[in-house]
């Protein structure tokens, strides 16, 4: 009597190696993230600050993320700049893993992979180091030789216009000489993803023009991918796509065909066919629970359940 082989039983990696197979094929960029969650406990209580966000953004994009306060938006920043770590989904920054990583790659991603530019200057510059200084600081913890720094930092300085002020220390700076140094500075490890949180949120709008001139330099001539995180629609009109999040998911996203002009708004449908109807959309048509759809030749109806409408 012959033995019956057993099938092995598949692991954890196994099945969602599968399961990856099975699905949709992965999107490309240099940010993917994927069905995103991230849930902040305190005290037993839990906060959702994304729930399920899905964001592409090209390698070498100059994109604006936009939202109120609360959306979600500063804790994808934190994620993409692996100072978090998501609950759930997946997220990639230039080809990394952000939710494989250990604490030791987590570092050097972030020393040799991503840029930083805050709103507050006191988390972007260092009060008792001259502008060179500040430049030359990041360097040395990414590895460039100690011979090369200064003149990097020179010339860094130098494309955002404030070569002449690299003897100069923080005090001795504007508020938007400051930010450029601090844009030099967030290039100074050679970054493949730049992230700038509200970078012109304590300016004026001619200085906020300087600095965005600054992030568009970076981007272009250095090629760069920098992502804007800001509340103000303003500043999101100096890109050519700007999303927006609404209760921590992407929800629409504006297309220009130039910087300043107007631009088309598109619901963001992500990968298993969800989509945010615009609040005011909703309200006026009282749609709330469940709806009622119907496929047509080239559009999709929405209307309210039956139900409702005879409520």
Known sequence: MGVEAVEAVPDLAELRRRAAADGPPPEEGMVVCENLVRIHRSEGVEVQALQGLDL???DGELIAVVGASGSGKSTLLGILAGLDVPTAGSARVAGHDLLAMGRRERLDFRR???GFVWQQTARNLLPYLTAAENVMLPMGYAGV???DRRRLAGELLELLGIGHLAGRRPAELSGGE????AIAVGNANSPALLLADEPTGEL????SEEIFA???SVNEELGVTVLIVTH???VAQEVRRTVRIRNGRTSTEVLRPERGEPGVEYAVLDRVGRLQLPSD??????????????LEEDHIGVWPAEEEVRG
Not at 178 to 181: F, G, K, S, Y
Not at 281 to 294: C, G, H, K
């Open 145 to 147: 030789p100690r011979r």
């Open 214 to 216: 600054a992030l568009r």
């Open 232 to 234: 103000d629609l303003m």
């Open 112 to 114: 040799r992979k991503v």
């Open 281 to 294: 959309f909703t309200e006026a048509l009282q749609l709330s629970r469940r709806v009622r759809l119907a």
């Open 56 to 58: 592409v953004v090209a």
């Open 178 to 181: 400051q930010q450029r140094v």
């Open 204 to 207: 004026d709008s001619a200085t």
